[in-house]
Nanobody, 125 residues
Framework: QVQLVESGGGLVQAGGSLRLSCTWS????????VGWFRQAPGKEREFVAA????????YSSDSVKGRFTISRDYAKNTVYLQMNSLKPEDTAVYSC??????????????????WGQGTQVTVSS
């Protein structure tokens, strides 16, 4: 089975930075695309960023573009989400998810097969 564990969340002031980690185990890491999603209280889960199995293709939502960067380290079986210039509206539980490929529907949660438990990110004003 595939297991993903997020870490790196916490409380940060607006304008600050955090780096989230999604650590992988169970199957060949390089076979899967990985996406980051977030969900704030009372809101729907939304796409944040995604990276292809090879790492050659990355995408991010308009709301985080230019501020967040997704990357992967194959030696550590880890996908990172570097979050800079954080805003209060970035406050949410952030989850990573894995899929066999990065499809054209990479921004939808239904495209992913495996999910981590999530890590809380809180940005204060």
């Amino acid at each position: 089975q595939v297991q993903l564990v997020e870490s790196g969340g916490g409380l940060v002031q607006a304008g600050g930075s955090l780096r989230l980690s999604c650590t992988w185990s169970g199957r060949t890491f390089s076979t899967y695309a990985v996406g980051w999603f977030r969900q704030a209280p009372g809101k729907e889960r939304e796409f944040v960023a995604a990276i292809s199995p090879s790492g050659g293709s990355t995408y991010s939502s308009d709301s985080v573009k230019g501020r967040f960067t997704i990357s992967r380290d194959y030696a550590k079986n880890t996908v990172y989400l570097q979050m800079n210039s954080l805003k209060p509206e970035d406050t949410a539980v952030y989850s990573c998810a894995a899929a066999r490929i990065l499809s054209r529907d990479y921004w939808t949660a239904a495209s992913y097969n495996y999910w981590g438990q999530g890590t809380q990110v809180t940005v204060s004003s």
